[in-house]
């Protein structure tokens, strides 16, 4: 434990962008992934936070909010950041979908019907795992019976109410979900989907959920992209897709040069898109493997460590 804690006080208080080289042209947009990013262990914007990525906006830099949750768990985020009024993008569900904020236009690119998903599906029900499938405004969730188990203790012992609802989420065995997912049905098969999917989530512990990550990979890879977003969650999308083909489209539309962006994430997801900019920045929070393969490693997201990335870039005071 004290180990643990002292790793956090190393990430939290060294200076690893010290020396940086700032860029010589302007920067014409900021892209940025959510949880374990732009938001604290909290789920939130801070106010230090919020009142700089207004500030670089007011300056003529764009931002573009890269997650894997769809557009209606991100617009009360982007009303925080005034968005719409700076032409701001929402790149949802890990490259599946574009939203412009301006014009409040949005575009999908690609959804999965039953039969593309019913054999990953189905084979997820054989194992110790969730498995959610994701539509705009809500999920259909298996949950093995072992894990259901956990819940109900689980749920004695935070004294919820009756109605909260037994999802996992990134971070927590139960996690309410309602505020963008309002739609949620537990079944026991995929013959039980009954409208289009964006993508597949993946809850487990990390060391279990690791090996399933090789076990997937390794039968359904060639159908499928599949990504660790953090140590307990997996996604399942669309093959071909990703938040770098999503972010790389943007580009072309925006006429962006790669070294015109700066990027910021902490998952195996976000590294699609450290590979199609110049100024990519791995969060100090990040597993080793994503912070490999980033340019930068900043601090971490309880440290405000996109502000500080900014701020050595030189595109924001201090």
């Known amino acids: 434990m004290n180990n643990k804690k002292n790793m956090q006080e190393k990430i939290d208080h060294e200076d690893p962008l010290q020396g940086i080289q700032k860029p010589t042209h302007p920067i014409k947009a900021v892209v940025m992934d959510m949880d374990g990013t732009l938001l604290d262990e909290h789920n939130r914007i801070t106010p230090n936070t919020q009142a700089k990525l207004i500030e670089l906006q007011e300056k003529g830099v764009q931002l573009i909010l890269a997650s894997g949750r769809s557009y209606t768990r991100l617009l009360p985020y982007a009303d925080q950041l005034n968005m719409k009024e700076h032409h701001g993008y929402l790149l949802e569900i890990d490259g599946v979908a574009l ?15 039953l039969a593309e998903i019913q054999e990953i599906f189905d084979y997820l029900t054989t194992k110790s795992a969730e498995t959610q499938a994701m539509f705009d405004d809500g999920l259909f969730g298996y949950i093995a019976p072992e894990l259901m188990e956990k819940k109900i203790a689980l749920r004695k012992t935070m004294n919820v109410d009756e109605d909260f609802p037994w999802t996992a989420g990134p971070w ?27 993508k597949l989530q993946i809850m487990q512990e990390e060391q279990p959920l690791a090996l399933l990550f090789q076990d997937l990979q390794q039968k359904f890879g060639d159908q499928f992209s599949i990504y660790r977003t953090t140590p307990r969650q997996l996604e399942v999308l ?61 601090k971490s997201n309880r440290q405000e460590g996109v502000i500080y990335a900014l701020q050595a870039l030189g595109l924001l005071s201090n």
């Open 172 to 198: 927590s065995w139960l996690c309410d979900f309602r505020d963008g997912y309002p739609n949620i049905h537990y079944i026991k098969s995929a013959k039980e989907i009954t409208l289009p999917i964006n």
């Open 99 to 113: 939203y412009d904020l301006a014009l409040d236009q949005r575009t999908k690119y690609h959804m999965m019907s």
């Open 238 to 298: 669309p093959k071909g897709f990703s938040k770098g083909s999503g972010v790389l489209a943007l580009m072309e539309k925006e006429g962006w040069k790669k070294d015109e962006v700066v990027v910021f994430g902490d998952g195996e997801n976000d590294c699609s898109m450290f590979e199609v900019v110049e100024y990519s920045f791995a969060m100090g929070n990040a597993k080793q493997y994503v912070q490999n393969k980033a340019r930068y490693v900043t």
